[in-house]
């Protein structure tokens, strides 16, 4: 019954690979978000989405594009992959907006690059 | 600068104490602020969000305290129990007239010892 889920949770790659990252959620929840969390625990938000078009894209290299085919599901795909991408990626949802409304995290997905 | 800053970086009790968590924050406008616990290998989940009006919120064991004027937070956490071992993040939102920001602090890494 899980609420966010993301696939696959360990992901170990070689530098210049390409790799995608799926997120699915089950809330009915109009809005889903991309973050990074890197060694030093910082979590950043790289993308959102609100009912399939991207409403945030912070600066993040354009080797990272988002793809949201329905409002469930928001994935993460990454050309190129550098070591600097190591971290855990999690993916979030909510309904309506970020700032006035509950996130919902998935378990995450660690990412590491050789 | 919008920044968010906990305090401290990591903490240790024994079990049955009780503790209290810091976030200052220099984020402007301010939006509301949330106390998210994410344990070692999850996602964060939301403990409590406090808006402008709000001094304090509970949530359990779990009370956020919040002083608007000198934008600093609190959470103490009372009777800690074993199962609080977690990285406890203080989250501020900013709303602007077009757009909104959310930022994440590092975390407070709490460990509960029997």
């Known amino acids: 019954d899980t609420a966010v889920s993301q696939t696959p949770k360990y992901l170990v790659t070689q530098m210049g690979n390409d790799k995608s990252i799926k997120c699915e959620q089950n809330?009915?929840?109009?809005?889903m978000y991309w973050y990074k969390q890197d060694s030093k625990k910082f979590l950043k938000i790289m993308f959102s989405?609100?009912?399939?078009?991207?409403?945030i894209n912070e600066t993040v290299p354009n080797r990272f594009s988002p793809k949201s085919p329905d409002k469930a599901h928001l994935n993460l795909h990454i050309n190129s992959l550098e070591l600097g991408d190591s971290a855990v990626y999690f993916c979030?949802?909510?309904?309506?907006?970020?700032?006035?409304?509950?996130?919902?995290f998935g378990p995450g997905t660690r990412l590491t690059v050789l | 600068k919008n920044q968010v800053e906990q305090s401290p970086q990591s903490l240790i009790i024994l079990e049955g104490k009780n503790c209290t968590l810091q976030?200052?924050?220099?984020?402007?406008?301010?939006?509301?602020l949330r106390w998210y616990k994410q344990d070692t290998g999850r996602g964060p989940v939301s403990l409590t969000i406090?808006?402008?009006?709000?001094n304090t919120k509970s949530n359990g064991r779990y009370t956020a305290t919040l002083d608007a004027d000198t934008k600093q937070s609190s959470l103490h956490i009372t009777a800690s129990q074993l199962s609080d071992s977690a990285s406890y993040i203080c989250?501020?939102?900013?709303?602007?007239?077009?757009?909104?920001?959310?930022?994440f602090g590092s975390g407070t890494r709490l460990s509960i010892r029997p």
């Open positions: 979030a949802s909510s309904q309506g907006s970020l700032v006035s409304n509950e996130q919902f």
């Open positions: 809330l009915g929840h109009d809005t």
């Open positions: 989405y609100n009912n399939k078009e991207l409403i």
């Open positions: 976030c200052n924050y220099t984020v402007s406008p301010f939006s509301n």
């Open positions: 406090m808006t402008f009006s709000e």
């Open positions: 989250v501020v939102s900013a709303r602007y007239s077009s757009a909104s920001k959310i930022i």
